[in-house]
């Protein structure tokens, strides 16, 4: 059983910043690439921001500058810093990766989502 658990979310003012965290736990043997995707009231889900193992790294175009992902693969955990919030940014975050299970095959896992909210 993989578990991937969220925090970080909250309330901030346009201009301010949150940095989320996501980590996997459970019967893992490896982890490829890990990612946030959000959800916007109404929308469909879109990619964030992803990093591969080997750090490599992707960003959608309308947080490049802004945000940075990051991981700590002795910990299983994927981080978000978002600065310059805006408005439109206001989310229900969720975390990804691709992971092999110790007893299982290769396969996607989400996390449960944190609220994210810009407004003043």
């Known amino acids: 059983q993989v578990q991937l658990v969220e925090s970080g979310g909250g309330l901030v003012q346009p201009g301010g910043s949150l940095r989320l965290s996501c980590a996997a736990s459970?019967?893992?043997?490896?982890?490829?690439?890990m990612g946030w995707y959000r959800q916007a009231p109404g929308k469909q889900r879109e990619l964030v921001a992803a990093?591969?193992?080997?750090?490599?790294?992707n960003y959608a175009d309308s947080v490049k500058g802004r945000f940075t992902i990051s991981r700590d693969n002795a910990k299983n955990t994927v981080y978000l810093q978002m600065n310059s919030l805006k408005p439109e940014d206001t989310a229900v975050y969720y975390c990804?990766?691709?992971?092999?299970?110790?007893?299982?095959?290769?396969?996607?896992?989400w996390g449960q989502g944190t609220q994210v909210t810009v407004s003043s």
């Open positions: 990093i591969t193992s080997g750090g490599s790294t």
């Open positions: 990804n990766a691709d992971v092999v299970p110790g007893t299982s095959y290769r396969d996607g896992y």
């Open positions: 459970g019967s893992i043997f490896s982890i490829y690439a």
